[in-house]
């Protein structure tokens, strides 16, 4: 009599806890990651950080052929100082950024989700000011990456 593989075993025993939950993937055929795509039209960039964000939005749920929702977006962003020396230079700042969102079904006028998203990237304010000046930038564009991602997370979680 021989015994079954270990790796086997192991992997349906690591799989038991998802089957008694319900779990379905998020881009499973009919799932909520695959609604969106393509079915979003994102708000209109106003700034440099509207930009960065809705860029990173269309990337992950694609540009709308035929848009069924629409999301708005209100983006804020504050700098806060961080190390300070004893001759009172600063040598990091930090980057808190929240976004309200909310996504509406066009047909209906209703909000189908929505909320408000936070968080922060840093960056070092040694070196010249060009380089400063471009570190804070790259700063913003991972900002609103994240924070794009957040809300992405939240609809797919949402709709689920």
Do not use: H
Not at 31 to 57: I, M, Y
Not at 74 to 100: E, Q
């Amino acid at each position: 009599m021989s015994l079954p593989d270990r790796r086997t075993v192991l992997t349906l025993l690591a799989a038991l806890p998802l089957a008694g939950c319900g779990f379905t993937p998020a881009y499973a055929p009919g799932a909520a990651g695959n609604e969106l795509r393509g079915r979003v039209a994102v708000q209109a960039p106003v700034s440099r950080n509207d930009f960065a964000l809705t860029s990173r939005l269309e990337t992950r749920l694609g540009r709308p052929d035929a848009a069924a929702y629409d999301l708005g977006y209100a983006v804020t962003v504050n700098v806060i100082s961080g190390g300070i020396t004893s001759d009172n230079d600063i040598t990091r700042y930090t980057l808190n950024g929240s976004v309200a969102y909310s996504l509406t079904e066009r047909a209906t006028g209703q909000r189908v989700a929505g909320g408000t998203v936070r968080n922060f990237t840093s960056w070092s304010a040694t070196g010249s000011t060009v380089a400063g000046i471009a570190a804070e930038e790259a700063a913003a564009a991972r900002l609103m990456q994240i924070l794009a991602d957040d809300i992405i997370t939240r609809l797919i979680a949402g709709l689920s």
